[in-house]
């Protein structure tokens, strides 16, 4: 049996009448009688003047067509068989049973004579790539059911010549996203946990728009390629029973921009008292109910002193004019890091160690009013008797046990308290004394320690408030259990050679050193309060371009506040630095990812502030790091036993 192949009417240039001849050449009415004789069925084909779509409008039917003899044809849907089931419908052959054609253009069928068509449905991968990047994944997926249009074969010229793609052809943003790339390679794959991988190191944003066809950008792919090498662990945040932790209220800043006189970056900030650093502090209560604030002052080079100053709340001060222990530079008297005992006949003695480092030892002197000093004879403690290489910040408590206790720092053999650099690590050792005179070192060592602050509970425990370094957080350890073995709960805040007190409420007021000498000294105030919300921060890996450290950070609980996360070189003048962190803010719970890039200058730590509008929680993320560079030796932070704070910052 014969058969006929649709084709457009538009291949062929008469547009009045369709000639059609047969390959034999004769003309297509005596084909027609000739069939009809031998029995053929006689359809009709009718002479179809071609229909031209006016300017602008859109052809809303098929291209019409005529019948030609096909020598070989496989199957396919243009093809209709001559025989009884065949009707005639506008001029073109159809079967009966077949459904009607759609009027609409999006569902014509693509022309398989068409050299585009060709491609697109063929083997040819390289030009199947170009004609995708050229046209653009959308209407490459369109063309897989429809006929090319003329913009695309003008647009896909270059293509099917085989010249490659035109100039400024999309080929970065319409690549096909199941060959080549990586990163969608992984959005399309099966791998669940190099997906949550990706997910987390690129951001949500970044993620849905590769997933719908966006090239990923080289910034992308520097982040997702520990993911890729398969060198990055997944961040998992599972919450705690509990999710409240400990942030900060700050009160106050005191005594900003406060510079110790030496080089400094900044340039004429120096405060309305010249030379003057503020670091510190200690703060008691007078019989009249106001406060005094003791705080280091002086330049380092010529001479140091404390300084005071006065307040009714305990949260606003006023400098007061008094200066004791104004030291003279190359003299060895006593310094900062004050600790102020009252006595029972209502006068003081004040504990201070010494300003030489060659020659540190623990002073003391008696006071009427805590400002008239008379340094006591003798010496309450020598560097002999404590050990190691340096001692420094003694804090004298009266001993519920009866006696006094004395708190101090110490540094291995060799070393010196704040060299650059830091230390190897430090220790509190603690002395006992019964009159408060002569002392004896115990046994007793707190490891990894510092700078102490202690509280007296009201029944009768000790709580220890410390950092792990010139640049460390705050750190507390709970005196109901033995300080040397009990845990280090960090407290969620950068407070250096801090002032402890619990207020009547249960909550802490912190009065901390803010700063470095290298960026100049001030004292803030802080309150602690209880939020619904923590933050847990887990090491995920390294990341090659840029090269550092990856931090997961785990934000659990709910916040009615959108959290926002900032990192900073200096927490004092707030230097914002280009650390990249995936997803900036939202509201708990979320989780998220940065990219510690390392200390530079090495005196300047990287920080991570969190903070919900009005309260803030503070992590210096080299904490996190497995191990770093003291630039004395690797320091191995898991010594540390550090665990997050428990949820209420009152509880014993």
């Known amino acids: 049996m014969s058969t006929y192949t649709v084709v457009p009417l538009s291949t062929f240039s008469n547009s009045n009448q369709v000639l059609i001849r047969v390959a034999t050449g004769l003309v297509l009415t005596l084909w027609l009688g000739l069939f009809a004789a031998c029995g053929g069925t006689t359809d009709v084909v009718e002479q179809v003047p071609e229909t031209k779509p006016s300017l ?22 243009s093809i209709a068989t001559a025989d009884t089931n065949n ?3 506008s001029g073109k052959i159809i079967r009966a049973d077949s459904p009607k054609p759609p009027s609409n253009e999006s569902a014509a069928q693509p022309d398989q004579g068409n050299p585009l068509t060709q491609i697109i449905n063929g083997n040819d991968q390289n030009k199947k790539d170009c004609v995708l990047r050229t046209l653009g994944q959308e209407r490459f997926q369109q063309l897989l059911t429809q006929a090319p249009n003329p913009k695309d074969m003008e647009t896909a010229g270059p293509c099917i010549a085989g010249q490659g793609p035109p100039r400024g052809a999309p080929s970065d943003q319409a690549r096909n996203p199941t060959q080549g790339n990586p990163l969608t390679q992984i959005i399309n794959g099966n791998d669940q946990i190099a997906k949550t991988c990706l997910l987390q190191a690129i951001g949500k944003t970044g993620y849905t728009a590769i997933s719908s066809g966006s ?6 792919m520097d982040f997702a390629g520990p993911c890729l090498a398969g060198k990055r662990t997944v961040l998992t945040c599972d919450p705690p029973k509990d999710v409240s932790s400990t942030a900060w209220v700050l009160e106050n800043t005191l005594f900003s921009r406060h510079y110790w006189g030496i080089e400094t970056p900044f340039k004429g900030r120096q405060g309305p008292f010249e030379s003057t650093g503020s670091a510190d502090p200690r703060v008691i209560r007078l019989p009249d109910g106001s406060y005094r604030m003791y705080f280091a002052g002086g330049d380092l080079k010529d001479s140091t002193y404390v300084r005071t100053a006065t307040s009714k709340d305990g949260i606003n001060f006023s400098l007061a004019k008094p200066y004791i222990l104004d030291v003279p530079k190359g003299s060895n008297g006593g310094g900062a890091h004050l600790s102020l005992l009252p006595l029972d006949d209502g006068t003081w003695r004040i504990y201070s160690s010494t300003r ?9 002197y008696s006071s009427p009013d805590g400002l008239q000093l008379t340094q006591e004879p003798g010496k309450r403690l020598t560097l002999n008797a404590v050990g190691g290489g340096d001692l420094m910040s003694p804090y004298v408590i009266a ?11 110490k540094v291995p053999e060799g070393e010196k308290i704040g060299q650059v650099g830091g230390n190897t690590t430090a220790w509190v050792v603690i002395a006992k004394s019964q009159d408060g005179l002569t002392w004896s070192i115990t046994d007793q060592v707190i490891d990894g320690s510092q700078r102490p602050s202690v509280i007296v509970k009201d029944d009768g425990s000790l709580e220890l408030w410390v950092n792990h370094g010139m640049a460390s ?6 005196g109901k259990q033995d300080l040397s073995t009990a845990q280090h709960e960090y407290m969620n805040i950068w407070a250096v050679d801090a002032d402890v007190h619990q207020l009547s409420n249960g909550e802490y007021r912190v009065y901390g050193g803010f700063g470095s000498v290298y960026e100049g000294g001030s ?10 919300w923590s933050v847990e921060i887990k090491h995920l890996g390294m990341n090659n371009s840029p090269e550092g450290d990856i931090l997961g950070v785990c934000l659990h609980g709910e916040s009615s506040d959108t959290l926002t996360l900032e990192t900073h070189h200096s927490l004092a003048e707030r230097i914002p630095i280009s650390t990249h962190i995936v997803q900036a803010n939202g509201k708990a719970p979320f989780d998220t990812a940065l990219i510690h890039v390392g200390d530079e ?26 191990q770093i560079y003291t630039g004395v030796g690797f320091y191995d932070q898991s010594l540390l036993r550090i665990q997050q704070p428990s949820n209420n910052p009152s509880s014993d």
């Not at 090239?215 to 992308?220: G, N």
């Not at 001993?399 to 720092?409: H, Q, S």
């Open 523 to 532: 004292i803030r105030v802080l309150r602690s309060v209880t939020v619904p």
């Open 56 to 77: 602008g409008s859109k052809s809303t039917s098929k291209p019409e067509t005529a019948v030609t003899e096909s020598v070989s044809t496989p199957p396919s849907t």
């Open 87 to 89: 009707s005639i419908d």
């Open 473 to 478: 957080g705050l750190f507390r350890i709970n």
């Open 601 to 626: 200058p090495p005196h300047r730590d990287l920080w991570l502030t969190i903070s919900d509008g009005q309260h803030i929680q503070e992590y210096r993320l080299t904490d996190y790091i497995p």
């Open 399 to 409: 001993d519920p046990a009866g006696g006094y206790r004395m708190f101090l720092t």
């Open 356 to 364: 030489s480092t060659q020659d540190r030892h623990v002073l003391s």
């Open 215 to 220: 090239t990923p950008t080289k910034a992308q």
